[in-house]
Structures are given as C-alpha cells and as structure tokens.
C-alpha cells in the first residue's frame, strides 16, 4: 500500500504527506460540494453560501465525536495515557456528534431541519466511502486472516504485515458507494417527506456496518460481548460496540422512519 505518498523536505525537516489525509480531504470537499449544489437547486441560498462554515462545524464536531468515543474506549483498557491521541476514529461517535450540531446549524440558517439534514445525509456516503479508501492505502481498520484469491497483504502501512487479509476497507468503501447512489440518484427525486433521506441512511449504514465488523481483523476495537484475547488477523468473537451501536440505530431508523411518514404525509 502507499501510506506515504511522498516526502517533502524542508530547513532539515521530513515533511511527509499521507494518502489517509489526502482522502480525508477529498472526501470533504466531495460533501461540501454536493451539499452547496442540492441546496442552490431546493433554493436555500443561505445554506449553499455558508457551505464553508458548516464544513468547518462539521469538522470539528466529527473530530470530536469520532475521538471522544474512542479514547473512551482506550481508556477502559489501556488507560487514557496511553491511548494514541495521533490516530483512532470511531465514525458512529463522529455521527453522534455531528447530527446534532448539523441540526443546530440549520436552525440558525432558518432551513427545516428534517429537510437539511435530508441533504447533509444524501451527500454523506460517498464522502464515508473515499475516507474509508484512504484506511486501504494506510492499511488501518484491516480484516482477518483468509486464504481467498481476493486477500491482500500489507507491506507497509499502520496495520497487520505480511499476512494475507480481508480488505474490508474495500468491502465498505464499496457498499457505501452503493448506498450513495441509492440515496443520491433513487431515493432523492423521489423523496415523499422530510427526514426520509437520512433515516434511510442510518438504516442502510447500520445494516452494512454490521455485515463489514464480521471480517475485521483489527483487535483495538471495544467489544461488549465476547472478544478477549484476540491477536491481530484473528476472526471476530463477539458484538463490538460499532455492532451494537449500529443495531441500535437501525431500530430507531426503523422506529422514526414510521413515525415521522405518516405526520409528514399529512
């Protein structure tokens, strides 16, 4: 893999830029565009010109939420002190976090907020997909061990060396992509009421959530249920927070989804 894409030097200085950074850059650009481009054409002005500053609130709410929930789980194991504060994102905490500063944002531009959060949630798994190329090309987040013709192995990168894996990055870059063009281009133009475009997401998202933690290999993450002694490559035994998370989420999805068809109808 290429987790380094080059080195730039500088005053006696390696300055290296990584392709994990790269496409985490990319794919917020990618959301801030198509974020700006469904707001101009559903007419809130307001909100494709104040695109910028809602990225960055976005930003800093993802950071927060992604990070707060993982050293909460480090810290349960390892102590807070020694968690890796350079590395380690959980996206349901990101999300979490995210969907409410999202609401308040919208509040403060005046734009229904069921509606927004609509386009925020459409634009969203593309975005997830190319982030989750960028843990490919660093080798974080990697599956377990198989003899498939289709398993890769790591010769660099942050992750398990040497051993042929499951490149459940691809796996759920892949399906997100195949959600995004069921939200984007289906769903979309054919949306029947507020709030349908991202309680469709937080379905098909924690569905295929818990389909990719089966091939995940990557030890580090908390399990609620079972996982003690795994070695890195190992197959999952147990429920990891992301599953159970993502299982709740699925039953709320499944519960306003219902609820909120029938008011919005009327």
């Known amino acids: 893999m290429h987790p380094v894409l080059f080195e730039l030097h500088l005053f006696g200085k390696s300055i290296p830029f990584n392709s994990y950074g790269l496409m985490i850059g990319l794919s917020l650009v990618v959301w801030a565009h198509l974020v700006r481009k ?3 054409r559903l007419g809130y002005d307001a909100m494709a010109k104040g695109t910028n500053i809602t990225l960055m609130i976005l930003i800093a709410a993802l950071f927060l939420g992604g990070k707060g929930l993982f050293w909460m789980t480090v810290a349960d194991r390892r102590g807070l002190h020694q968690a ?18 999202m609401a308040l944002r919208l509040k403060y531009l005046r734009v229904p907020v069921m509606r927004g959060l609509d386009v925020f949630a459409a634009a969203l798994p593309l975005s997830h997909a190319l982030g989750r190329v ?14 498939n013709s289709w398993a890769v192995t790591f010769d660099d990168g942050v992750g398990l060396l040497g051993v042929p894996l499951h490149p459940v990055q691809l796996y759920e870059a892949l399906s ?3 959600l995004f063009v069921f939200l984007w281009v289906y769903l979309r133009p054919r949306k029947t009421f507020d709030g349908q475009l991202i309680m469709a997401y937080f379905i098909g998202y924690s569905i295929l959530r818990c389909v990719t933690e089966l ?4 030890p580090g993450r908390r399990f609620v249920f079972g996982g003690e002694g795994l070695a890195p490559g190992d197959v999952p035994e147990g429920v990891s927070v992301s599953v159970l998370i993502s299982f709740v989420m699925f039953v709320i999805g499944i519960v306003l ?3 909120i068809k029938p008011r919005r109808t009327r």
């Open 257 to 259: 989804y219902h609820f």
């Open 38 to 40: 469904e707001a101009t």
């Open 215 to 218: 091939f995940r290999g990557d």
């Open 134 to 147: 960028g843990c490919f090309l660093a080798g974080c987040c990697y599956g377990h061990r198989c003899d």
């Open 176 to 178: 997100l992509a195949a």
């Open 84 to 101: 890796n504060f350079q590395s380690g994102f959980v996206f349901w905490g990101a999300i979490l976090v995210a969907a409410p500063a």
